[in-house]
Nanobody, 122 residues
């Protein structure tokens, strides 16, 4: 199982970006999915999460500006980021709790994408 993130880049303050993260492999079910971010020298923090029923939660710092969504048919989670601020600059990681099958058995594990850099200039 792999998570492949994309969509990061350089944007001016006030602009928008959309991140995508697609899961692939021998997937039986994707449970919770989320986006985290990390500044150098700081801990990774939760930005937004979405469960299998579509319920969402957000960090206070991004509420009203970011929207997380998922497409279960495509095993993909998105993060629409609007009204970006310089303090949103970070490496963004996607995360998913995935039930997969291997050698006739089912397992559930937490997977991380490779990270995508978002830079917001002032």
């Amino acid at each position: 199982v792999q998570l492949q993130a994309s969509g990061g880049g350089l944007v001016q303050a006030g602009g928008s970006l959309r991140l995508s993260c697609a899961a692939s492999g021998s997937i039986s079910r994707i449970n919770g999915m989320g986006w985290y971010r990390q500044d150098p020298g700081k801990q990774r923090e939760l930005v937004a999460g979405i469960n299998s029923a579509g319920s969402t939660n957000y960090a206070d710092t991004v509420k009203g500006r970011f929207t997380i969504s998922r497409d279960n048919a495509k095993n993909t989670v998105y993060l629409q980021m609007n009204s970006l601020k310089p303090e949103d600059t970070a490496v963004y990681f996607c995360n998913a709790a995935i039930t997969y099958y291997s050698n006739q058995y089912y397992y559930t594990a937490n997977f991380w994408g490779q990270g995508t850099l978002v830079t917001v200039s002032s």
